[in-house]
C-alpha cells in the first residue's frame, strides 16, 4: 500500500474544472479547452506522497522548467501557452502555474540515462542489460555508459511503479513511428541539458520526459530537467562504485530510512512527518540546483 499519506483537497476556482491531483501536481481546465497546470510544495519518496511540504518547491520546479524549454526551444516545441494567473486563482499560485496546450499524450515515460544507477543499475546487475539493451561488463553504481541509452518505461498510477519496458514493446504500444520520435526526440533533449550542466559543474546522470501529440507534431509537456525528474549529481564529488550525492529528495530518503524516523518501509504504515532540518537541507538542495544550473539567484 502507497500513495497520498493525507490526500489534499484541490481549491475550486471560478471558470477551471479540476481534472486530476498528482503526486506534485494539481491539474485543471479552463473555459477554453487548455490545461492548467499547478505545482504544490508537496513531496514524494518510496511512492508515498508525504504529509509534510518542501516550501518554494514547486515554484523551483516550475521556474527550472521554464528556463530548461528556452534552452531546448530549436529542438523541440513544448505545451507551455502563458505564466498567467487565471482570475480568480489565490495569490500563491503565482509562479507556480502554467496555462498549457491540452496535447493527446503518449502513455510512455521516455527516459534517458547517461550514467548507470537506480532501476538501471539493478537490471544490470542481474542481465547486463538496461530495458534489454546490451551493456559492456565491469561497470558499477555511478559509472558514465558509452553512449546514453534511452530507457522507456510504462507510467504508473499514484502509489505504483513505473515499469521498464523495451524499445519494441514501446513501438508496440505507440507505433513505430512514435518510438523513434520518442528516442530521438528524448537523446536530443538529454544530450543538451547532459552538456548545459556539465559547464556549471553538474552531472545530469539521467531524466525522464512526457510527450504528447498537438495534431501531428510531437511536444515536449509536464516539467523538464528538475530534480524532481532528473538525477543531478555534483560534478566535483563523482565517484563511481556507490550511490552519488545528489541535488534531489536524497536528505528525505535518508532520513526516512534512518532510525531516526521510526519508520519501516516494508510496513503499510505511511511515514511520518518530516523534521524542520530535513525540510530546511532539502529546500536548501532544490535552490541551490536552480542557481548553479540557471546562474541567476532565487529570491
Known amino acids: 500500500m502507497s500513495g497520498f499519506v493525507e490526500k489534499p483537497e484541490p481549491i475550486q476556482v471560478p471558470g477551471l474544472v479540476h481534472l486530476h491531483t498528482g503526486k506534485v501536481r494539481e491539474l485543471y481546465q479552463n473555459e477554453a479547452g487548455d490545461l492548467v497546470m499547478v505545482a504544490s510544495d508537496r513531496i514524494s519518496a518510496f511512492d508515498w506522497v508525504l504529509p509534510t511540504e518542501i516550501p518554494d518547491k514547486g515554484r523551483v ?171 543531478f549529481w555534483p560534478a566535483d564529488l563523482w565517484e563511481p562504485g556507490h550511490a552519488q550525492p545528489s541535488y534531489d529528495k536524497q536528505f528525505v530518503r535518508d532520513w526516512l530510512t534512518s532510525p531516526a524516523s521510526g519508520w519501516d518501509r516494508k510496513s503499510e504504515q505511511p511515514p511520518p512527518p518530516l523534521p524542520q532540518e530535513v525540510v530546511d537541507a532539502t529546500r536548501a538542495k532544490y535552490v541551490e540546483a536552480y542557481e548553479r544550473l540557471t546562474g541567476t539567484s532565487w529570491s
Open 61 to 231: 520546479l516550475t521556474q527550472l522548467s521554464l528556463w530548461w524549454f528556452e534552452q531546448i526551444a530549436d529542438l523541440i516545441p513544448n505545451h507551455v501557452l502563458s505564466t498567467d494567473l487565471p482570475a480568480g486563482a489565490p495569490a500563491d499560485w503565482a509562479g507556480r502555474t502554467l496555462v498549457c496546450k491540452s496535447l493527446q499524450m503518449v502513455p510512455v515515460e521516455a527516459v534517458a540515462r547517461g550514467y548507470l544507477t537506480g532501476s538501471g543499475l539493478l537490471e544490470y546487475n542481474e542481465s547486463r542489460t538496461v530495458c534489454g539493451l546490451a551493456l559492456p561488463e565491469g561497470l558499477v553504481d555511478g559509472s558514465e555508459l558509452p553512449a546514453p541509452i534511452f530507457t522507456p518505461a510504462t507510467k504508473a498510477e499514484v502509489g505504483e511503479h513505473d515499469e521498464n519496458v523495451s524499445y519494441e514493446e514501446v513501438a508496440r504500444q505507440v507505433g513505430a513511428d512514435t518510438a523513434a520520435q520518442l528516442r530521438q526526440a528524448t537523446l536530443a533533449v538529454y544530450a543538451r541539458g547532459r552538456d548545459i550542466a556539465r559547464d556549471r559543474g553538474i552531472i545530469l546522470a539521467d531524466t525522464k520526459f512526457e510527450f504528447g501529440f498537438d495534431g501531428e507534431t510531437l511536444v515536449l509537456a509536464d516539467e523538464i530537467l528538475t530534480p524532481d525528474s532528473s538525477r
